[in-house]
């Protein structure tokens, strides 16, 4: 006898399609907390390019690394929700369910309503869709560490993959609610986004952590010896996208900038052109770099595996690779140091 429990399958407005989009403005970094809240701007109206919301949010502005704990890569100078959706004077909803059950009740009554939501769990999900088949329960949505690929979760494998246990951080649900009519002021943007860098950069030390400067020299100079050993525990997690997402924000940093610059006049615009070219080039810096430490395979479409290839693992533990490597995180630094002492002298 065939079921008689009710179906259903609401999207968000615009989506499955809009994933293309999304997936073509990260295509070049490592996606994390930005690309969703970038994602439900988007939906919800807001003009913008992917840069504005890396380097808005603050996550572009900061280089952070601690080499007994690559977790603290997702440390912030500033909360990123809220200060992006601030700058962009957007009203949000954030709900703390109680259980994956209350969580997937939420995340129904808004996608049938049309927006866009985002959970923040173990890993950050773009959900974009509510189904019902035959008598289970699923959410669609795209896996910001997973390159933005498409998963269909259960009430069941949400409690058993994705629920943060214990409730340290809480599992929260996004939704944008309204949009102002009239567009923040760019340059004052631009302003606050240069004061933020320069204080990410010059700060030496976040929770116990090295930031900014301090954290390319920790950096360097762990590559270069060799008793530190980055492919086992808890180092390994800098093998992976701990430092990709990082690194890779650097061509938000010099897109930001350079579609800014024409904001200012005089000698300030070209402090701040001078400092995007700088962040061009320590992005190409890093890129040389990942000629000897990056991955082996097409990380763009594939992201970072739970196990690492051994031809991947065996460049980490080759420590002429790592010296070669180490001499272009220099070379980075070099630049990124430049860039923030151009950007300083606009304020």
């Keep these: ?16 399609a809009a994933l293309d989009d999304l997936r073509g403005s990260v295509e070049n970094i490592e996606p994390d907390l930005a690309a969703g809240l970038y994602a439900l701007l988007r939906s919800a109206g807001v003009n913008l390019h992917y840069c504005e919301a890396d380097v808005l949010s603050g996550r572009a502005s900061q280089f952070l690394y601690s080499r007994e704990h690559p977790e603290c890569a997702q440390l912030a100078f500033v909360p990123p929700t809220d200060t992006l959706f601030r700058a962009y004077r957007v009203t949000w909803k954030e709900v703390t369910p109680s259980d994956p059950a209350s969580a997937f009740s939420v995340l129904r009554e808004w996608i049938a309503q049309g927006r866009l939501c985002l959970a923040r769990l173990k890993e950050p999900l773009v959900v974009y869709g509510c189904v019902r088949d035959r008598r289970t329960d699923f959410i669609v949505a795209a896996r910001l560490w997973k390159r933005l690929a498409d998963s269909s979760i259960s009430v069941a494998e949400c409690d058993r993959d994705f629920w943060r246990y214990p409730l340290d951080e809480g599992n929260v649900l996004l939704s944008i609610e309204s949009v102002a009519t009239t567009a923040p002021d760019p340059r004052e943007l631009a302003l606050t986004a240069i004061r933020r860098t320069a204080r990410s950069w010059y700060a030496r030390e976040l929770a116990g ?32 996208a701990a430092l ?27 402090h ?17 770099w990942a000629a000897y430490l990056g991955p082996t395979w097409d990380v763009t479409h594939e992201g970072f595996p739970s196990d690492y290839p051994e031809e991947f693992v065996a460049r980490w533990r080759s420590h002429e ?9 220099e070379e980075a630094w070099g630049w990124e140091a430049k860039a923030v002492q151009e950007l300083t002298k606009t304020i």
Excluded: I, N
């Excluded at 900014?212 to 020299?217: P, T």
């Excluded at 990082?246 to 070209?270: C, D, I, K, V």
């Excluded at 070669?324 to 995180?329: F, L, N, P, T």
């Design 1 to 16: 006898m065939a079921s008689t429990a009710p179906t259903y399958r609401f999207h968000a407005h615009g989506y499955p």
């Design 209 to 240: 952590c090295a930031t900014g400067e301090a954290a390319y020299r920790q950096f360097a100079t762990d590559l270069t010896r060799p008793e530190v050993d980055f492919t086992e525990e808890p180092s390994r997690g800098w093998m992976g």
């Design 272 to 288: 701040v052109t001078k400092a995007a070219f700088c962040y061009g080039q320590c992005a190409e810096a890093w890129q040389r």
């Design 321 to 329: 690779a790592r010296m070669k490597a180490s001499r272009w995180v």
């Design 244 to 270: 990709w997402r990082q690194w890779t924000s650097r061509y938000s940093l010099h897109h930001y900038f350079e579609r800014t610059a024409p904001r200012f006049g005089g000698a300030e615009r070209q």
